[in-house]
């Protein structure tokens, strides 16, 4: 491959990334959006997704093969198992480690989300071990330009690449068409302008919180088991790494702003391909961040969202 080649590969590789980090920023910035909390523990959850996701496939029997009628049937059951299953967890953690502390000084919910960051990390390492945990390999690393349309090209497009765009994409469109066309919607947005105008308008707050918090964990959830299907592999410790630069994608973005957090998903995803490919993959978390920081002391409305006075 020439230089050219190489750059559309790795941006194509970089989509694909970015896709999963939009949907886990999407669950960042609908949280602050409502509350104005950096929920620390999202990251975890799509940890979670993943792990709880191979275990509904080991309880359907499918732990290492799926093919025909069980792709199309197993597949999206354990994907609506997990999303139900990650979404109703994040609804828990708010009700006993978020809600206790709506009122308290801003520090204290940031703390608190450290805090549950670190202890489902740690339930993660008891249940899974501190070893890779393998996870269904059911699409093939084929070339599905030269293999399945006989198109001969430098770029090598996998199934797997098909896959997570096919998956992320509808999610992406689907909670945007929720949140701007929907009664819950339109609720969750005039939550997050100003609770106490939409409390006394009779939109249930609390309620419009819970939803809030399940549908961010939902999402985390699916790019978890995503995530799973496309490497195949699992760590206690993924939703570290994962949830920063998810964070930094949604700070990127513009925190609060669900378009700027997909559009900061998708830049995040190319820098890192990018960096893996022309720096080195020992410094792409150090630029990701950098960015981060960058952002932070330049524009830290981000790209998409609005400047707005502290309420403190």
Do not use: C
């Amino acid at each position: 491959m020439n230089w050219h080649e190489v750059l559309i590969q790795q941006t194509v590789n970089g989509l694909t990334r970015g896709a999963v980090f939009a949907l886990i920023a999407l669950g960042y910035t609908m949280v602050y959006g409502i509350i104005g909390l950096i929920n620390f523990a999202h990251g975890d959850v799509f940890m979670l997704g993943l792990f709880i996701s191979l275990s509904y496939f080991t309880l359907l029997g499918m732990a290492t093969t799926l093919h025909g009628w069980h792709l199309v049937t197993v597949l999206p059951l354990v994907f609506l198992l997990t999303m139900l299953t990650t979404g109703a967890i994040n609804v828990a953690i708010d009700r006993v480690a978020y809600r206790p502390l709506r009122h308290a000084f801003r520090l204290a919910p940031l703390i608190t989300a450290i805090g549950v960051s670190f202890m489902l990390e740690n339930l993660a390492l008891i249940w899974k071990g501190p070893a890779p945990i393998a996870y269904p390999d059911i699409f093939p690393s084929v070339d599905i330009l030269r293999e399945w349309i006989g198109v001969e090209s430098l770029l090598f497009i996998t199934s797997k690449d098909v896959f997570v765009l096919g998956a992320t994409i509808p999610l992406m469109i689907a909670l945007q068409y929720f949140v701007t066309r929907t009664r819950w919607g339109k609720a969750m947005r005039a939550t997050a302008q100003d609770k106490e105008t939409a409390l006394a308008m009779g939109i249930d707050v609390e309620k419009t919180i819970i939803l809030t918090f399940f549908i961010g964990g939902a999402l985390a959830g699916a790019a978890g088991l995503i995530q799973g299907l496309y490497y195949n592999i699992g760590m206690w410790w993924m939703g570290y790494q994962a949830g920063l630069r998810a964070f930094t994608a949604a700070v990127l973005g513009g925190i609060g702003s669900m378009p700027g957090a997909a559009l900061g998903g998708l830049l995040i995803g190319f820098l890192s391909a990018w960096s893996d490919q022309y720096i080195s993959a020992r410094w792409t978390n150090a630029i990701v961040f950098s960015i981060l920081i960058l952002v932070l002391v330049f524009r830290p409305q981000g790209l998409l969202g609005e400047r707005a006075p502290d309420k403190a």
